[in-house]
């Protein structure tokens, strides 16, 4: 549940905020959406939305103030997967398979086109947008070969499961980082965290794949693992994907998961936030060009702040700043002797 007199997530990105409701009806069918709302209901209406747009997804926050429909429909041109997560009251997801609730305790999968949503008076909620090309391409990567049937996923996300509490969390992060006000817009960190949500939801949530992702927890030639981490420890300054490891590794994408999982007790993205880490440090020691930490960093694609300094000093015991100092005491210590 939220604190109605909390700001609302993300509102340092407003997109659109009206209590008129023919210039928001207006907006909306902008976006391929269409707002019904009952005249009885339009003075309480109050339309407002924030959201954060990564390269193939958004995420966002809406509210309507009064009991509103949206409507998705059929000939919809963007073929967006929707994730909606409740922060209070209820909403509900119907189409022609039936309905999902939106409230405390239960997010919503929805599909691309042709569905309705009803919003209840007072009710808001985060929703993630992922495109269906960016979703395929990932279950591709997964799976090692082009899925040969279409995508499906269950409606209802048990928010009190473990693989529910989990893309939940990955959401929650994302949004605090961007609320962040010195969050950047780096586009190598914008795709991890796309990453992370496809990986979660595709891995989390009952889909159709959901078996044959599960018979792929095979053994993986160690030349594969070999090729993987040859590849993360290459390209540590470069924008760098799961697909993109997968591909090198020759493995397919669930196999390599495991693997790493099972014999390193991480994931390849992980281990390549790690190896960055391992580098920015290598660079503090060494660097005598007079850099600020936050553009050492941001040189392998990692903006500078708390949640950084704490990823930091959790690997290696130290604030970056504090290697910076230990590493000029040390250069004057140098000095001093030869």
Same mark, same amino acid.
């Not at 390269?55 to 103030?65: A, K, L, T």
């Not at 693992?225 to 540590?236: H, M, P, S, T």
């Given at each position: 549940m939220s604190d109605p007199s909390a700001p609302p997530p993300l509102q340092r990105r407003p997109v659109f905020a009206s209590r008129n409701a023919e210039e928001s009806r207006a907006f909306m069918q902008v976006k391929d959406f269409e707002l019904d709302l009952a005249p009885r209901n339009v003075p309480a209406f109050d339309f407002v939305a924030t959201a954060a747009y990564l390269? !193939?997804?958004?995420? &966002?926050?809406?509210?309507? &103030?009064a009991p509103a429909r949206v409507i998705v429909p059929p000939e919809r041109r963007r073929d967006d997967f929707f994730i909606h997560l409740p922060l209070t009251g209820k909403s509900r997801v119907e189409n022609s398979a039936g309905g999902a609730l939106c409230a405390p305790g239960l997010a919503v999968v929805s599909s691309p086109a042709g569905h309705v949503m009803y919003s209840e008076a007072e009710s808001d909620r985060i929703t993630v947008s992922l495109t269906r090309s960016a979703v395929i391409g990932h279950l591709a990567s997964l799976l090692g070969d082009a899925p040969r049937r279409a995508l499906e996923f269950a409606p209802s996300i048990q928010l009190a499961t473990v693989e529910g509490r989990r893309f939940a969390r990955h959401v929650n992060l994302l949004i605090a980082d961007l609320d962040d006000p010195a969050s950047s817009r780096n586009s190598i960190l914008l795709r991890m965290y796309e990453q992370l949500l496809i990986t979660g939801l595709l891995l989390c949530q009952p889909n159709t794949y959901t078996d044959a992702l599960s018979r792929l927890e095979k053994s993986m030639a160690p030349r %594969?693992?070999?090729? %993987?981490?040859?590849?993360?420890? &290459? !390209?540590?300054?470069q924008h760098v994907t799961l697909t993109d490891i997968v591909s090198a590794s020759g493995a397919p994408g669930r196999t390599l998961l495991k693997h790493f999982h099972d014999h390193y007790g991480t994931s390849p993205m992980r281990r390549l936030r790690d190896a960055r880490l391992g580098r920015i440090r290598q660079e503090l020691l060494r660097s005598q060009t007079g850099k600020t930490v936050a553009e050492v960093a941001l040189d392998f694609g990692i903006q500078h702040g708390g949640r950084f300094a704490a990823e930091y000093r959790r690997l290696f015991g130290e604030t970056p700043s504090e290697t910076v100092r230990r590493a000029g005491r040390l250069r004057k210590i140098a000095r001093v002797r030869y």
């Open positions: 390269p !193939n997804s958004y995420v &966002g926050y809406v509210r309507y &103030g %594969a693992v070999k090729r %993987a981490i040859d590849y993360i420890e &290459g !390209n540590l300054d």
